[in-house]
T-cell receptor, first 112, second 114 residues
Framework: DAKTTQPNSMESNEEEPVHLPCNHS???????IHWYRQLPSQGPEYVIH???SNVNNRMASLAIAEDRKSSTLILHRATLRDAAVYYC?????????????FGKGTLLTVNP | EAQVTQNPRYLITVTGKKLTVTCSQN?????MSWYRQDPGLGLRQIYY???????DKGDVPEGYKVSRKEKRNFPLILESPSPNQTSLYFC?????????????FGEGSRLTVL
């Protein structure tokens, strides 16, 4: 599986935007970029995914670099409920096993 | 509401006493999978199933069994649990292989083996 690199932790203030970076320099052409988050004592929760173009949904935006070697998850207005571990994961859809390889992720702290 | 339901959510058992963790999804998903989460090791895949009667090993299958007799259910069986299987377990489901979108996770089952 192609590897991703994320900062161990980040901090933000409530109602401010948050930009969570992810590097994936060995990404292949068939890898989708997925973001999940895990709140304490809960299962991972899907946030967003993309292939080449920037993506928006009700939870967040995903900005993908033109060379696809990095991406940024954008939370437009952080709330206390957004405090979680955020995982950036590459997934090759050609495989028969929909396996997500979770790294250590970024622990996001949101200050009131 | 679309969901993946696991039971039990919490269980304390003793070494060697067979147990089953159930997983059920209501989204008609073909694909289902089990993960375990341990401190410092992250989430690791145990088994997966691409459809009814089709199962295969993930990264850490030793000590576990699964079955997929119905599309909606994917139970995880520990025939003879050992303390190293103390962990937090997650079941997940998705549309069929080739689908690039989201994987839905259950809320987790915390298992302690004494």
């Amino acid at each position: 599986d192609a590897k991703t690199t994320q900062p161990n932790s980040m901090e933000s203030n409530e109602e401010e935007p948050v930009h969570l970076p992810c590097n994936h320099s060995t990404i292949s052409g068939t890898d989708y970029i997925h973001w999940y988050r895990q709140l304490p004592s809960q299962g991972p929760e899907y946030v967003i995914h993309g292939l080449t173009s920037n993506v928006n949904n009700r939870m967040a935006s995903l900005a993908i670099a033109e060379d696809r070697k990095s991406s940024t998850l954008i939370l437009h207005r952080a709330t206390l409920r957004d405090a979680a571990v955020y995982y950036c994961i590459l997934r090759d859809v050609r495989g028969s096993n929909y396996k997500l390889t979770f790294g250590k992720g970024t622990l996001l702290t949101v200050n009131p | 509401e679309a969901q993946v339901t696991q039971n039990p959510r919490y269980l304390i058992t003793v070494t060697g006493k067979k147990l089953t963790v159930t997983c059920s999804q209501n989204m008609n998903h073909e694909y289902m999978s089990w993960y375990r989460q341990d401190p410092g090791l992250g989430l690791r895949q145990i088994y997966y199933s691409m459809n009814v009667e089709v199962t295969d090993k993930g990264d850490v299958p030793e000590g576990y069994k699964v079955s997929r007799k119905e599309k909606r259910n994917f139970p995880l069986i520990l025939e003879s649990p050992s303390p190293n299987q103390t962990s937090l377990y997650f079941c997940a489901s998705s549309k069929g292989t080739g689908y690039p979108g989201e994987l839905f996770f259950g809320e987790g089952s915390r298992l302690t083996v004494l």
